[in-house]
């Protein structure tokens, strides 16, 4: 298996440009995480998906960002409008819930964006 | 509430020497204990993890984590540490079905 994969690997823009990160997810797993890591706040968890459906989004910032699910093997986490305070590593990573266990988490790569 | 603590930010350790991370929890149930480790410019990678059973956790690349219930904790420790495990390391805990909580990590810096 690729692995989770994340794209771009690196996005600059200007403030006030829309960003779109996206994350296809192992084959087969059924959560999707979004992460956001800065230095002043570490590894931040900012939405998690189950089967496709948003589960948690308490952690994404504010109205600018959204995130989809439209199947099991692609994601999207949308900033419109971006803002300098946004530039940061983004991670999606995946993992397969079963009944009882299993959290493993395998993340992808990341997306270092910068936000001019 | 639930929480993780990782509380060293830093750890410097000369080459060759043992190393110990600490971490503790805070968590209402049985926790499933993790760690991960990320090296500079990389995504995370999994360590090792607890579910049950045997207290003492073997991982990869010689790693070894203990569970103690009665102190909280899931110490990392590794024999002797070499340049290339210069990273930064999470411990992070989950319930059975959901996301997981994560420490702030512990950067463990090599020296020559």
């Known amino acids: 298996d690729a692995g989770v994969i994340q794209s771009p690997r690196h996005e600059v823009t200007e403030m006030g440009q829309e960003v779109t990160l996206r994350c296809k997810p192992i084959s087969g797993h059924n959560s999707l995480f979004w992460y956001r890591q800065t230095m002043m706040r570490g590894l931040e968890l900012l939405i998690y998906f189950n089967n496709n459906v948003p589960i948690d989004d308490s952690g994404m910032p504010e109205d600018r960002f959204s995130a989809k699910m439209p199947n099991a093997s692609f994601s999207t986490l949308k900033i419109q409008p971006s803002e300098p305070r946004d530039s940061a590593v983004y991670f999606c990573?995946?993992?397969?819930?079963?009944?009882?266990?299993?959290?493993?988490?395998?993340f992808g790569p990341g997306t270092r964006l910068t936000v001019l | 509430a639930q929480s993780v603590t990782q509380p060293d930010i830093h750890i410097t350790v000369s080459e060759g020497a043992s190393l110990e991370l600490r971490c503790n929890y805070s968590?209402?149930?049985?926790?499933?204990l993790f760690w991960y480790v990320q090296s500079p410019g990389q995504g995370l990678q999994l360590l090792l993890k607890?579910?049950?059973?045997d207290t003492l956790v073997q991982g990869i690349k010689g790693f070894e984590a203990e569970f103690k219930r009665s102190q909280s904790s899931f110490n990392l420790r590794k024999p002797s540490v070499h340049w290339s495990d210069a990273a930064e390391y999470f411990c992070a805990v989950g319930p059975r079905n959901y996301q997981l909580i994560w420490g702030a990590g512990t950067k463990l810096i090599i020296k020559p």
């Open positions: 968590y209402g149930a049985t926790p499933y």
């Open positions: 990573a995946s993992s397969l819930q079963r009944g009882g266990a299993d959290n493993e988490q395998f």
């Open positions: 607890y579910f049950s059973g």
